[in-house]
């Protein structure tokens, strides 16, 4: 299962970015979906993750601000990030959780740099 995630960039402090990651591959189920994120000489730290029932949690450090979503018909799901601070500053990696045709998976995407400019 490869994913292939997208909407990354620079941006200044109070912008908006939506992430977005797609999963492909021989997939038979998705459990859950999220997003990690890790700051340069940081331990990579899980931002938000929403279910297969579409219960979600999040980072103290980004509740009220980011919100996770998925499309299940398409195995994809985003981050919508609002009122965005130089320490959202990071890079995000998508993640996600299932059953394949023969075996469970755990497969991350490659990342996306968001920088935050003060």
């Known amino acids: 299962v490869q994913l292939q995630a997208s909407g990354g960039g620079l941006v200044q402090v109070g912008s908006s970015l939506r992430l977005s990651c797609a999963a492909s591959?021989?997939?038979?189920?998705?459990?859950?979906m999220g997003w990690y994120r890790q700051a340069p000489g940081k331990e990579r730290d899980l931002v938000a993750v929403?279910?297969?029932?579409?219960?979600?949690n999040y980072a103290d450090s980004v509740k009220g601000r980011f919100t996770v979503s998925r499309d299940n018909a398409k195995n994809t799901v985003y981050l919508q990030m609002n009122s965005l601070k130089p320490e959202d500053t990071a890079v995000y990696y998508c993640?996600?959780?299932?059953?394949?045709?023969?075996?469970?998976?755990?497969?991350w995407g490659q990342g996306t740099q968001v920088t935050v400019s003060s």
């Open positions: 929403v279910t297969l029932a579409g219960s979600t």
């Open positions: 993640y996600c959780v299932g059953q394949g045709r023969f075996a469970p998976f755990t497969s």
């Open positions: 591959g021989t997939i038979f189920s998705v459990n859950s």
